[in-house]
T-cell receptor, first 113, second 117 residues
Framework: DGGITQSPKYLFRKEGQNVTLSCEQN?????MYWYRQDPGQGLRLIYY???????QKGDIAEGYSVSREKKESFPLTVTSAQKNPTAFYLC????????????FGPGTRLTVT | AQKITQTQPGMFVQEKEAVTLDCTYD???????LFWYKQPSSGEMIFLIY????DEQNATEGRYSLNFQKARKSANLVISASQLGDSAMYFC??????????????WGLGTSLAVNP
């Protein structure tokens, strides 16, 4: 079955540590996205990538970094520079045709103490 | 100013009844797309339905339909015959197609729907 996987589901880190969240898709989608969701809030775009080896900052990129070395993979690193990293992180991908509906992974809940 | 407005933070509906979730949007583009997503308590965002700005017919997907009123800039989601499994957060989103914006989605803050047995 095609889909998007994110691992792990829950992640705990100490303050000051960098952490990398995994996102893999086998939908053959060109575009991939990372969102952050805080309690009671909508989604905020962190980074997105339209093609391999290219990515753009979203609305809240500070303290985050990404890479897109393969079409299938778009890992997100939460660095120690991110002031409030505890949140729910969602990865998505989409085709580049008419609808461009985004399909989402199950999410990673990151807790930093 | 918010580009996507969902005015109902929470809604209740009786099982088997229909419910309408409101969404208004603001754009100066002629070409854009509107989406609805469902987020159950597990957290995953599930795509429900899409409406393009040039589509003449309202979109339908099973029990979901989108009541698209372009002049009023509204894109309300109608769920017919509600089921207990419909209890979730529902998000409206818009994609603006103006050149250079890379087709990002703009999201509303969501409506929490509870279906009562």
């Amino acid at each position: 079955d095609g889909g998007i996987t994110q691992s792990p589901k829950y992640l705990f880190r100490k303050e000051g540590q960098n952490v990398t969240l995994s996102c893999e898709q086998n939908l053959n989608h060109d575009a991939m996205y990372w969102y952050r969701q805080d309690p009671g809030q909508g989604l905020r775009l962190i980074y997105y990538s339209q093609i391999v080896n290219d990515f753009q900052k979203g609305d809240i990129a500070e303290g985050y970094s990404v890479s897109r070395e393969k079409k299938e993979s778009f890992p997100l690193t939460v660095t120690s520079a991110q002031k409030n990293p505890t949140a729910f992180y969602l990865c998505a991908s989409s085709k580049r045709d008419r609808g461009n509906e985004q399909y989402f992974g199950p999410g990673t809940r990151l807790t930093v103490t | 100013a918010q580009k996507i407005t969902q005015t109902q933070p929470g809604m209740f509906v009786q099982e088997k009844e229909a419910v309408t979730l409101d969404c208004t949007y603001d754009t100066s583009d002629q070409s854009y797309g509107l989406f609805w997503y469902k987020q159950p308590s597990s957290g995953e965002m599930i795509f429900l339905i899409y409406q393009g700005s040039y589509d003449e017919q309202n979109a339908t997907e099973g029990r979901y339909s989108l009541n698209f009123q372009k002049a009023r800039k509204s894109a309300n989601l109608v769920i017919s015959a509600s089921q207990l499994g419909d209890s979730a957060m529902y998000f409206c989103a818009m994609r603006e197609d103006n050149a250079g914006n890379n087709r990002k989605l703009i999201w509303g803050l969501g409506t929490s729907l509870a279906v009562n047995p």
